[in-house]
Structures are given as C-alpha cells and as structure tokens.
C-alpha cells in the first residue's frame, strides 16, 4: 500500500480525514437514535468566529467529501453538521442552512448545506442550490 507521503497527504491531513470520518459517523448514528434538537447540543460553543480563509474551507470541503464515501450513508446533514463542528472548532464562523423544493414528482425534498460568509462549503455536489428555498440556519451554540 503506498503511504500518504506519496499520494501529496501530509499527516496532518490524514489526522483531519480522520477527524472528519469520526464526526460523520457520530452525527450520523446519533441523528439516527434523537431528534436534531438534541444532536444539536453536542455542537461545539462558538465564542467570538473569524472569518475562515479560502483554504481552510477548502480542507473542510476536501475532508468531508472524501470521508463520506466511507461513513455509512452520511448524507447532507451528518455532512453539514461535521463541516459546521470542524470549522467551529477552528474559531471559523459558519452556518447550517436547510432548505426544501418540489421535485417534478411533487414530493417535498429537503436539503442541508453549509455557509461561511456567504460562501458554500460543503453540500452544493450537483444540487442547484438556487432551487432550494431556505427555512433557517442554524449554526453553533452561541
């Protein structure tokens, strides 16, 4: 197998992969077994949030990206709610926003995705984000 080294992944990388993995597997066996308003206060407490620069976002959205493929059905809000924990636990502002739409069918979707200053982050893989018409956002503890 060859190491990370050689595929350009930094350990540090490998550690948020990592990190990332764990969170999704929580938020997704927890949304599972208690309803949102729970799960909810296991997000992190944000105090005062900065401004998150262009390639921590990036990290964030390469993170969850490649962990959800291994993380047992995470979908968009398991994926949302690890985005929102780990730019949180970095001192980044971000929020969870959910939205819904008609399908052709008529059936009501629902979609979450997350924003840092105004910029999407995680859940905008092929969905028109624009069709979409958001209910709330919801962010950390404050």
């Known amino acids: ?14 550690r948020y992969l990592t990190a990332t993995w764990a969170l999704l597997v929580f938020y997704r066996i927890a ?14 407490v944000q105090r005062t949030p900065r401004t998150a620069p262009s390639w921590a976002l990036a990290r964030t959205r390469w993170a969850v990206s490649n962990a959800a493929r291994a993380a047992f059905g995470a979908t968009c809000l398991p994926q949302a709610l690890a985005a929102n924990a780990l730019l949180s636990l970095q001192g980044y ?38 069709s979409f018409t958001p209910l709330t956002d919801l962010g950390p503890r404050a």
């Open 1 to 14: 197998m060859p190491s990370a080294r050689k595929r350009g992944v930094s350990l540090a990388d490998v």
């Open 93 to 130: 502002g971000s929020v969870i926003r959910i939205g819904v739409r008609r399908s052709e069918s008529g059936a009501v979707q629902a979609h979450a995705w997350v924003l840092s200053d105004d910029r999407v982050v995680v859940g905008d893989d092929g969905e028109c984000l624009e």
């Open 31 to 44: 949304l599972a077994f208690a309803p949102y308003r729970l799960v909810r206060r296991v997000l992190p």
